[in-house]
């Protein structure tokens, strides 16, 4: 049975993907990250994501596979994806036809605000 994860940036399956199309597995879990483009992604941090992802759900190991742990999966990787945006090792797209800012204004460094604001 298919179970499924979606979140707004994170989606996962419990399937492999064949010819593009998603096949029931007991075994494997596949990973969609930002489909709608909404981030400017390098390759390191992408690598960065699924590092989280794989030590996330090495973190379940023994457990029952369900709907539940995989949207815990799913938070948690929403939430190291806005700790990297806030880092700035991740950026909104702004050519992306999603234009929402779902984890928050982005931000700008400017001269005259240095020093005197503090970052949350």
Known sequence: MLLKSTTRHVRIYTAEIQKNELVPSDKVLSLDIDPDNEFIWSEEALQKVYRKFDALVESYDGEDLTEYNLRRIGSDLE????????KGELSYNLDSRVMNFS?????????DSKGKYLMY
């Open 79 to 86: 939430g190291c994806m806005r700790e990297m945006l806030q």
């Open 103 to 111: 984890m928050g204004l982005p931000q700008q460094d400017h001269p």
